[in-house]
């Protein structure tokens, strides 16, 4: 496979698909082919069933992480797991799982023997190594409290949370390991999404905020009450001090984050935090280089869509998709919504090109979730990734295909997905996504973790 022509999909939850070859691509007679590897990779994992998903937490979680826990050079797979309400009232757990890379193609679950088993209501997952020893660690978001889980540096984790100071018990989103002050030691942002009590349940399908179309649906977050996000300082000796009203960027009006990614968008040396919010505008904080930010969400022209519209930004990646030099932002979102495209313009100034772009249109219909901007085919052009899946299965097209959107290196994408064969084509209710190249051949490859079990 080192000609660069094909890829992996590994896509938790389902069986092993074969890939056709692909049809031509801009000229190409050998297009790139994305094949689900799943089933001989030894990938056991299945994600906890919830059909109804009555509850919006229970239509959420989902991460996945590709990291080399280990240090041999081999990417390894960490999946999250949840709970549903029913199992939470019944002190039942189900399991996370990592899986170590063998290098041969195969992998081989160590979650009992690494002890990253439980971790409770889990949602999405953030790497860094925030001690500074080497060994990537893990921080687990959750339907509180969250876990530092600690590489130990022998296959081994430890959870870490008390003693660091980093176990927010509120409903926890996305997050994202960050050095915000340059002082070498990596910081924690977390987004918070909506004030959540299994003992005070909304009721299904009753009042404007439960009604999808007509269809009676799971409540929220619209109608919830929203939740602040967290800043964590990095101390330096294992803990963490929250510094997130000092700094500027606790969301006292209480948004529904959602996702968060960390990145230098002006280029001034400083990692300035985007946050992606559900239904409410989203948040660029401009890093000022002394221990504060400035929320220029507005300002800069990210909080909303070009038609003035908050939307469901359910993930977010970022890129130089044109090659000008300026970081720009990619944002999926829900049912009739498009997905957004911001092009940085100029400093901490951004602009809707989703249609010019091509990505708008064919994303109505689509309820996005993780995505990136990578290089699939290996042009030196990034392109775009996005799992889709509807939040409620109450609706006809619950489980939903992938979208590939092809860099045409003119300031236009294609989108590629139905040509590169079924492992693409496959309706899933997929959630997370990681991309790393698994094999070390050179080229990306790609996991999904899809919600629910196998059809």
């Known amino acids: 496979m080192r000609s660069g022509r094909k890829r992996f999909l590994i896509r938790a939850l389902v069986a092993l698909l074969m890939m056709v070859p692909c049809k031509t691509i801009h000229g190409q007679s050998d297009a790139v082919q994305f094949i689900d590897i799943t089933v001989p ?7 906890v069933w919830s059909p109804e998903k009555k509850y919006i937490v229970e239509s959420m979680s989902g991460g996945v992480a590709l990291f080399d826990y280990d240090n041999d050079g081999y990417l390894d797979i960490f999946l999250v797991n949840s709970l549903t309400v029913e199992l939470l009232k019944s002190n039942k757990r189900t399991r996370s799982a990592l899986y170590h890379n063998n290098g041969d193609g195969t992998f081989v679950d160590v979650t009992d023997k690494a002890g990253v088993a439980d971790i409770g209501w889990g949602m999405g997952v953030a790497v860094g190594d925030y001690n500074n020893d080497g060994f990537d660690d893990l921080y687990v978001t959750c339907l509180g409290p969250n876990h530092l889980l600690k590489n130990n540096g022998n296959g081994t984790f430890t959870d870490v949370t008390s003693k660091a100071g980093v176990g927010d018990p509120r409903w926890s989103t996305g997050a994202a390991f960050l050095d915000y002050d340059n ?26 905020t439960c009604q999808f179309k007509g269809v009676p649906v799971q409540c929220g977050p619209r109608g919830l009450p929203g939740a602040g996000d967290t800043l964590y300082h990095n101390n330096g000796d294992g803990t963490f001090t929250d510094v997130s009203k000092k700094a500027g ?3 006292s009006i209480g948004y529904y984050g959602l996702d968060v990614v960390a990145s230098d968008f002006d280029g001034d040396g400083r990692v300035d935090i985007f946050v992606a919010n559900d239904s409410t505008p989203n948040y660029l904080y401009h890093n000022n280089g002394n221990g504060t930010f400035s929320e220029i969400g507005f300002e800069s022209g990210l909080a909303v869509n070009g ?9 977010v990646t970022v890129g130089d998709y044109d090659h000008d030099g300026r970081l720009d932002v990619f ?4 049912d009739d919504e498009y997905n957004v495209l911001y092009r940085n313009v100029a400093r901490n100034s951004f602009t809707d090109v989703s249609y010019d772009a091509g990505v708008a249109i064919v994303s109505l219909s689509y309820v996005g979730w993780g995505t990136k901007f990578f290089d699939y ?18 609706r006809d097209r619950y489980r939903q295909r992938k979208l590939l959107h092809r860099n045409n290196r003119d300031g236009t994408f294609s ?41």
């Open 249 to 251: 960027v606790d969301d």
């Open 377 to 394: 085919d290996n042009d030196g052009w990034i392109d775009l990734f996005v799992a889709n899946g509807h939040a409620y299965p109450q």
């Open 41 to 47: 990779a030894g990938i056991t994992f299945k994600h």
């Open 415 to 455: 989108e590629v997905a139905m040509q590169c064969g079924s492992a693409l084509a496959e309706e899933r209710a997929s959630r997370g996504t990681a991309f790393g190249d698994i094999d070390n051949d050179g080229d990306i490859d790609i996991i999904v973790n899809d919600l629910d079990g196998p059809p």
């Open 307 to 315: 038609n003035g519209a908050e939307q469901g930004c359910m993930g």
């Open 183 to 208: 002082d070498g030691k990596l910081d924690l942002f977390v987004t918070n999404y909506v004030g959540f009590d299994v003992n005070h349940l909304p009721a299904f399908g009753e009042g404007l």
């Open 331 to 334: 944002i999926t979102n829900f």
